[in-house]
């Protein structure tokens, strides 16, 4: 008799990926990289996206042969793979929703109550061993908005909730209680804190620009943990300079890593972090075990859950219990 | 018929004090600074210590002739004045309970959040633009011990609980959910956290030594927004220094302000902030609508809110509300 033979499975850019070896006996797990993903493409079952920052899915996707039935993504957001061959493929495409929503909302939380206490400029005058009180702002009844009403973006709202913050949330459309974009600038015009947790997509890219946050009051502070495209940075940074708004913070960028030269790094009241948000210690071992728990389901032949909605290009919230 | 004589409202070292106009024709107020305190208390039917930082009310309360018959501090310690003759007087002392303890509260789970996510050093990154991704903290999940089981610490108690902390807390006695002292080093050798917010007295004046640094965890974080002298510095630096503790803040201070050539300022993990921590935007107009509103209580003949025990050195808990 014919031992059955085990799918394999391709993995994007990092071997060893972390708990993979728990498939062992279930899978082959074979590694890839930008130079030879297309050349492996046509034999894999699975591609798993491990270096989600890599754009090598959207550059050998195109090309000839069998394609992987199933495609996860170790991220939130799944735009550096999406491009028009993969959506008319067939492909199931899944995300890492579960493992991020939690951090980057207690990243969130954590810039804000900065900002309110003034944090940075203690540390700036603590390098100067300068006494200097100044009052800071009370958070609680202050406003903000979050931008996407995704699971990062709810997880977002809970906690600034639980801190007094009255939230509204913004999503692609009305529905229940999120404001859909038509209510935006009202909003955004009497927020003291704008916070982007959107997904890049065709309507996001470029969204917040020198138009938007003229609307911000000069007090406001603007967070973007989402994608850097949505943003044009140098806007942003006028906007910074000219002091149209008091503050923000990026995790995410345009490019990454941001260049040394980026004008960014010392812009006014703006606070620089290296795409991390999401990422608190073991959080490779939970992308991984979620991964091997996907697979599971996947070999078994049950549904899989995190489908990304590949015409919307994330995870629609209608399918995420609210 | 003769005018009835206003009390007059011997005010400490500010003038003009915020809403105090309000009182016009119902009090006179008059102003004293350290050096005619002595010389007008006598006259005081009431006073208002607005520089809780002075020590003049200690200095000048054991003189000759009356005393004021109530004595109302514009902070939550009272430790400053608090003298052997006030104790024995007979007067009323109250605080400023009400006024402090949500900022306190917001600024020590900013302080927590910034330190589980790293946020000192993302800024120092940036000033030197260097792009350096590192994994941070989950803040739910931690655990924290609260040290001060008055109106502030359980107001930490509340907010961190809100973001998944574990927290205790520790009072001077065990009373229903709180630990008594015996239970402090056990519950501080296992906490991420270890938040003082306990009055100044006897009992806790340098209750943080190295003894006590030597017990927390290498990952653990000390934060001190009570009052300077229950830390012994030196220790605190040096505990710094050998890499005890992962890290500290300090927002008061046992000389304050503090002096330009402390070695706190740059001690390794050490936040210095110039106490500052209760203070929100509005708080001095707070701080005097609270006394105003006491007032009329007090002229009433109504009891007062607040009222120190001052041979404890605090508002008991006990007498406020759960």
């Keep these: 008799m014919a031992e059955p033979v085990e799918p394999v499975i391709l993995v994007l850019d990092a071997a060893p990926s972390p708990r993979l070896g728990r498939l062992t006996g279930r899978a082959r797990v074979r590694y890839a990289d930008g130079r030879n993903l297309a050349e492996l493409l ?10 989600f920052t890599s754009d090598a899915v959207r550059a050998a ?33 899944t995300n890492a929703r579960g493992v991020f929503e939690l951090p980057v909302a207690e990243y969130v939380a954590g810039l804000v109550l900065a900002f309110a206490k003034d944090l940075p400029r203690t540390l700036e005058l603590q390098r100067q061993r300068r006494w200097r009180h100044r009052e800071t702002r009370q958070l609680s009844g202050s406003r903000a908005v979050v931008v996407g009403a995704g699971p990062i973006g709810r997880e977002i709202m809970r906690l600034l909730h639980g801190l007094g913050v009255r939230v ?55 967070i973007n943990v989402g994608r850097g495209p949505v ?9 910074l300079r000219r002091r149209w708004i008091a503050g923000a913070a990026l995790d995410v960028f345009q490019e990454e890593p941001l260049g040394q030269d980026s004008p960014l790094w010392d812009a006014p009241g703006l606070v620089v972090s290296p795409h991390m948000s999401g990422d608190t210690a073991g959080w490779r071992d939970r ?33 995420i219990p609210a």
Tied chains: 1, 2.
């Design 42 to 51: 046509p034999a894999a079952d699975v591609l798993l996206v491990w270096d």
């Design 61 to 93: 996707w195109p090309g000839d042969g069998p394609r992987p039935r199933w495609v996860h993504t170790a991220s939130a957001g799944v735009d550096r793979l999406l491009c028009p061959e993969l959506a008319a493929s067939g492909t199931v495409v």
């Design 168 to 222: 509204a949330l913004v999503g692609r459309t009305a529905r229940r209680s999120i404001h859909g974009p038509e209510d935006l600038d009202r909003l955004a015009a009497g927020a003291d804190w704008v916070i982007c947790a959107a997904p890049l997509t065709e309507s996001t890219r470029g969204m917040f620009d020198a138009r938007f946050f003229g609307l911000l009051q000069p007090y406001a502070r603007f």
């Design 231 to 239: 943003v044009v940075e140098d806007d942003l940074a006028e906007a």
């Design 287 to 319: 992308l991984g075990e979620q991964f091997v728990s996907m697979y599971e389901r996947w070999a078994a032949g049950e549904a899989l859950p995190n489908v990304v909605d590949i015409q919307r290009g994330y995870v629609p919230s209608t399918d």
